[in-house]
């Protein structure tokens, strides 16, 4: 296992301890997080003068993240986050005056921030992507694929049915999937208040939940562990709920079954049995997109409370919330964190870290507190490479750790590809300091010469003759209302409803159907309904 070390003021710099079982990552962080003020005049000096703006994803390389978090002390319009935040982010921006925005993430990113803005009002503001080429998304593809929308097409069968996408998708995938079955997005964050308060607000609904197979499977866990728990403890999850309501549930939620992210996929048992071998007693941290190993172990961790299962954003504040902690008893201690997502989130985890130490005043007296954040890798993410051409590589790692087996940074190329078995995402890592200083010298594009570079504004239309933009961006609003109401919007409830209590006829991408179904105070009984329309199997699955 790799570790990465802070510590407070009294006993500076950075340790490593080596595990040739599992691999070495040769990190970065501490030089990237300092890095040259030549390239941090060169950037904000473009920044400033042209009114750009920056959104960022946590799983950008080292190297980005360490330029970014520099700069962003002399140029304000600069956000890393998880992805929920970063179109939020770039309305802040463009209200501000920024001209344009850049984004660094993958091309659902830039379409939700070119959409977002477009929504706001702000359809003049420049948005721009890092590459010329497509920077895809292992989810976004699943649920572009046909056997995607086989499994809406059961989903439009089984009414009343809500889709609850992940945002991890196209703007293309959105406005298709809303058509077939009403729709809102979710991230890891919020998928289980999403569904918890749609089961809570549409009696007898079915929720179909995708792409991410294993978070699918992580949801279907955690209310299969919710349905033992007693009603007081429900209610702390969820007002609205018992143990009544959760096992009612269970049956009329359905996920899909053939989508996951390629580095998520690799904290699997390999890593799990590590992780119980050798760091039993640290705190635990997974997405909720790994697999459920992984996940059962956290949630455990969790019920002792020293384990978290959520977003990117839910792990970082679990660590500085507990580091916060250790800093206000101001005794020694030493906090051990395995992390159990992309390899990318450690620089914001290290500049975090460092930030909180830099924040608290310490005197000759204060205490030694040490930080360790244990990243595990599978023997997939694993190359027998010597690090000495790995150019990236500061002189003193590469004579202290030559000849060892290396985890594979995506910037230097070595044993990654777009089909996993990687210690990071090779599609987030297209996105380079050399294409965002590119970008910004060549802006305004008065030449055209950046065309390719723009995020993607649908002027297609959808089978039933919308604006792809307008159908894709309504999922997203509905999730926007959810987050600052804690209710789903009437707006979306009845589109579920209407589908159910009345005739409907809808075009499913060349299917037309026209269905008659029980109208409110027939006296027929739900499970009359769920007999009369069938909840169909394919590849997805029913609780």
Not at 416 to 435: D, E, F, Q, V
Not at 436 to 462: E, G, M, W
Request: proline letters at 4%; aromatic letters at 8%.
């Amino acid at each position: 296992m790799t570790t990465t070390k802070g510590t407070s003021r009294r006993k500076s710099g950075w340790g490593r301890e080596l595990d040739p079982d599992v691999g070495v990552e040769i990190w970065r962080e501490a030089m990237f997080l300092s890095p040259n003020e030549s390239k941090i005049s060169e950037l904000v000096k473009s920044l400033r003068e042209k009114k750009i703006g920056i959104v960022a994803h946590f799983y950008m390389d080292p190297e980005v993240q360490g330029i970014l978090t520099a700069s962003k002390k002399h140029w304000p319009h600069i956000h890393i986050s998880d992805s929920l935040v970063m179109a939020d982010s770039a309305v802040k921006m463009a209200e501000a005056g920024c001209e344009y925005i850049t984004v660094l993430g993958v091309d659902f990113m830039s379409e939700n921030v070119r959409a977002i803005l477009d929504q706001a009002g702000y359809s003049k503001v420049g948005v721009y992507r890092m590459s010329s080429d497509q920077i895809g998304c292992s989810l976004a593809d699943a649920a572009s694929s046909s056997a995607y929308t086989h499994f809406l097409k059961e989903a439009s069968r089984s009414p009343p049915s809500l889709h609850v996408i992940y945002i991890n998708t196209s703007l293309e995938t959105k406005a298709h999937a809303h058509e077939l079955v009403p729709t809102i997005t979710c991230t890891s964050s919020n998928v289980v208040a999403t569904i918890l308060q749609a089961f809570a607000q549409i009696p007898g609904l079915n929720v179909w939940y995708g792409p991410d197979s294993y978070m699918g499977a992580n949801i279907a866990d955690l209310f299969q562990r919710m349905a033992v728990m007693s009603d007081e403890e429900i209610a702390e999850i969820h007002p609205s709920h018992n143990k009544k309501s959760i096992n009612a549930l269970l049956p009329r939620l359905h996920y899909y079954q053939d989508g996951n992210c390629i580095v998520h996929d690799m904290f699997g048992h390999e890593v799990v049995d590590k992780i119980k071998e050798q760091y039993c007693d640290a705190f635990l941290t997974a997405h909720f997109e790994v697999p459920g190993e992984m996940f059962s172990l956290s949630m455990e961790a969790k019920t002792r409370g020293m384990g978290v299962v959520g977003s990117t954003q839910n792990i970082l504040d679990f660590i500085k919330n507990h580091l916060m902690e250790a800093l206000d008893r101001n005794i020694d201690d030493h906090l051990q964190f395995v992390l159990g997502t992309e390899s990318g989130m450690i620089t914001s985890i290290v500049a975090a870290v460092r930030e909180l130490f830099d924040s608290y005043k310490t005197s000759q007296q204060s205490a030694n507190i040490e930080v360790e954040i244990v990243f595990p890798v599978s023997s997939d993410a694993v190359s027998n490479t010597s690090v000495n051409g790995s150019h990236h590589l500061y002189s003193s790692t590469v004579t202290d750790l030559d000849n060892v087996s290396v985890v594979p940074g995506v910037s230097s190329g070595e044993g990654c590809s777009i089909h996993g078995g990687c210690a990071s995402c090779p599609y987030m890592k297209m996105n380079s300091l050399r294409s965002l200083l590119k970008v910004c010298h060549q802006l305004p594009d008065r030449d055209n010469r950046l065309v390719a570079y723009q995020a993607s504004r649908f002027n297609a239309k959808t089978p039933l003759g919308k604006l792809v933009a307008e159908v894709g961006c309504e999922p997203i609003l509905h999730m926007r209302h959810f987050q600052a109401t804690k209710r789903l919007p009437d707006k979306l409830v009845h589109h579920v409803i209407h589908v159910v209590f009345g005739a409907s006829e809808l075009d499913c991408g060349g299917l037309k159907r026209k269905t008659q179904v029980p109208s409110v105070g027939s006296g027929l009984p739900e499970t009359t309904w769920h007999s009369a329309y069938g909840v169909k199997t394919g590849r997805f699955k029913t609780f």
